[in-house]
């Protein structure tokens, strides 16, 4: 905790796991440019552009998720990030659009007439669709944490470069694929089957859709049965997952992250290079250690770290708390200073 005397190891172990399994999360499905949004909100600020002044926060922490992009995924993170932030910031986590199952009575997609966000699903109208929430749920002189993850980080400096008006305090890059990801070791096989033959798995999710949640909480376990301690939200948020139409979503964008995620933008990572935190995986089929040691190379100035404790890509799976710490950690210095 910032600011705070540290108790004994355990001590600190237990207070940790009761305050984060006490703090509430405020969930919103919302349309962003036209498509169903989930949100989830951590800290008592749910209205950050009408509330009053004195209350208003200095700095928001928002996370930009990976693919599947659903903000579920993220629960365990977002408790254990704000309570390790001394609960003093609010922590945000917003969907890629069209990822997320919507509640009933609200349909994947609004009927609206913007035509520039025709490809609302595809890559650049995320990045657009994250802007979008920005500018219509967050004051424009308010600072951000930026928190991108995988495909989150390639979306993460598009922000920044789109719109250099932002304020952003730091962006940490988590696992990052923001280059060559048809090259990667897991790109070359995936490639072919997200570009080509992604319709043939529409069918089989179809057909699970009808299962009983117990069968389809069951196939996610035996899926995860890899993992020695699995995220019981992960698993919550898999369920959802058994829909067409997410699915759909959800492959149409890994297919352009494939053909689209190409030349590393070293012009907008120098010029934000102070603001920028790269965190790599040493055994990472998306992004391996090779891009690792080749950004490192180019920009020796910059803070680009290499995973230590073996975390995988999708490291919410089950070391959400643990990556969490790291961060707060990571920004003390920045929030000090505030």
């Not at 998720?65 to 390790?84: D, S, V």
């Not at 997320?100 to 609004?110: A, F, I, Q």
């Not at 100035?301 to 969490?324: N, P, Q, T, W, Y």
Request: hydrophobic share 40%; proline share 6%; aromatic share 10%.
């Amino acid at each position: 905790m910032l600011g705070a005397a540290e108790p004994p190891p355990g001590e600190a172990a237990s207070m940790r796991r009761v305050s984060e399994d006490q703090i509430p999360l405020h969930e919103e499905f919302i349309y962003c440019c036209g498509a169903a949004t989930q949100v989830l909100k951590c800290g008592p600020w749910r209205d950050l552009l009408n509330g009053e002044s004195t209350d208003v926060p200095r700095l928001l922490f928002l996370i930009i998720p990976g693919n599947p992009g659903l903000a579920g995924y993220y629960r365990t993170f977002i408790q254990a990030l704000y309570c390790g932030l001394n609960q003093q910031y609010p922590v945000w986590a917003v969907s890629h659009a069209g990822h997320c199952k919507p509640p009933s009575g609200m349909e994947m997609t609004e009927d609206t007439d913007i035509k520039e966000l025709e490809d609302i699903f595809g890559l650049h109208g995320q990045t657009e669709h994250k802007l979008d929430f920005l500018r219509k749920n967050v004051p424009k002189d308010m600072k951000l944490v930026l928190i991108g993850h995988s495909i989150g980080c390639y979306i993460t400096l598009e922000m920044m470069k789109r719109a250099s008006e932002l304020k952003v305090l730091r962006a940490v890059l988590l696992f990052p694929t923001i280059e060559r990801m048809a090259q990667s070791p897991k790109g070359k096989f995936m490639t072919p089957l997200l570009c080509k033959l992604r319709y043939i798995l529409y069918m089989p999710v179809y057909l699970l859709s009808f299962l009983p949640e117990r069968a389809k909480t069951s196939i996610v376990r035996f899926a995860l049965r890899g993992l020695k301690c699995p995220d019981e939200a992960s698993i919550a948020t898999s369920i959802s997952l058994f829909s067409v139409d997410c699915i759909a979503n959800i492959l149409y964008m890994a297919s352009q992250e494939m053909l689209k995620v190409v030349d590393r933008d070293n012009t907008t990572i120098q010029q934000n290079l102070k603001k920028l935190i790269f965190y790599y995986g040493t055994a990472d089929g998306w992004c391996p250690q090779q891009y690792y040691e080749e950004i490192k190379m180019d920009f020796p100035d910059g803070d680009i770290r290499l995973c230590e404790r073996g975390f995988r890509h999708a490291f919410v799976l089950d070391a959400s708390k643990e990556m969490a710490a790291m961060i707060t950690h990571w920004l003390q210095d920045d929030l000090t200073k505030l």
